[in-house]
């Protein structure tokens, strides 16, 4: 199975299901929301412009460590109020008993599209929709992918308020794939504020239906934060850990990165 980053990114998790984030975020400015939380937001990248993500992501649970080191997500504003993302990663897998497996990971390919635009001086959010689809380019016999064709049908929400965003939503997972498998619900949570000019810190609550057959419902939260060095080059952290079900789903997980906005 494979968790999926805000925009993009990847990391593997135990196959009694997931635990991680969802609920308050500082965040600089809306149009780098997402990574490195698991809640996005309904923001497009502005058209002919682009965000790169270089990061890595990881979780330690009971029965080892998995994730990706590097990973690459790209956002690309393809027409008006409407982003292609694309992610691509080095997956690994280091069971608790077994030695560790490298190895080109799955590729998740969305299309963001926002179809209310926020009213600023009233109280009418901006909502999209980012559907994606997960192809299974990882090998799945060593760790490194789900093994078959995921496909996840959100729906995002966000209202500023001065320096205070709020943005959310959810959706559903189809994943119909090994027998056990089930489809499930992931939905999340988050408000941010801006701290300064280059400084913003974030926190998220996150809650997720069971994706087994014999698997548990999960929760969890999340904590980062995002330094601008400038217009263009940013610096994205998060770390975070399981509420529920931890020892199995999420005893620590981690985002970092760079981000680079253009043009």
């Keep these: 199975m494979i968790v999926r980053f805000g925009g993009g990114g990847m990391l593997r998790v135990s196959e009694c299901g997931l635990a991680l984030i969802v609920f308050w975020?500082?965040?600089?400015?809306?149009?780098?929301?997402g990574p490195p939380y698991?809640?996005?937001?309904?923001?497009?990248?502005p058209l002919g412009h682009y965000e790169l993500y270089t990061f890595s992501t990881g979780m330690v649970a009971r029965d080892g460590t998995s994730g990706s080191l590097p990973a690459f997500e790209l956002n690309y504003g393809l027409?008006?109020?409407?982003?292609?993302?694309?992610?691509?990663?080095?997956?690994?897998?280091?069971?608790?008993?077994?030695?560790?497996?490298?190895?080109?990971?799955?590729?998740?390919?969305?299309?963001?599209?926002?179809?209310?635009?926020?009213?600023?001086?009233?109280?009418?959010?901006?909502?999209?929709?980012?559907?994606?689809?997960q192809l299974p380019t990882g090998d799945h016999s060593r760790g490194l992918?789900?093994?078959?064709?995921?496909?996840?049908?959100p729906i995002w929400a966000q209202k500023s308020f001065g320096d205070w965003t709020t943005y959310g939503g959810g959706g559903y997972w189809i994943n119909q794939g090994s027998v056990g498998d089930k489809d499930y619900w992931f939905f999340g949570a988050l408000l941010q504020r801006k701290i300064t000019d280059k400084l913003s810190v974030a926190g998220e609550i996150f809650h997720q239906t069971a994706n087994t057959v014999?698997?548990?419902?999960?929760?969890?939260?999340?904590?980062?934060?995002?330094?601008?060095?400038n217009e263009h080059d940013h610096f994205v952290f998060s770390a975070g850990r399981g509420?529920?079900?931890a020892d199995t789903t999420n005893d620590f997980s981690w985002y970092v990165g760079f981000l680079l906005t253009g043009p």
């Design 38 to 45: 698991r809640t996005d937001d309904p923001e497009p990248t």
């Design 25 to 33: 975020c500082l965040a600089p400015t809306a149009a780098i929301a």
């Design 243 to 245: 509420l529920q079900n």
């Design 145 to 153: 992918g789900a093994g078959h064709v995921l496909a996840f049908l």
């Design 79 to 133: 027409i008006p109020n409407g982003q292609l993302t694309i992610d691509a990663s080095v997956a690994f897998d280091s069971p608790s008993n077994d030695s560790t497996q490298f190895g080109y990971g799955d590729t998740p390919i969305s299309f963001k599209y926002r179809f209310i635009q926020e009213d600023k001086e009233g109280w009418r959010p901006q909502v999209a929709v980012f559907p994606l689809v």
């Design 214 to 229: 014999d698997g548990d419902d999960s929760t969890g939260f999340n904590f980062g934060a995002i330094y601008n060095f």
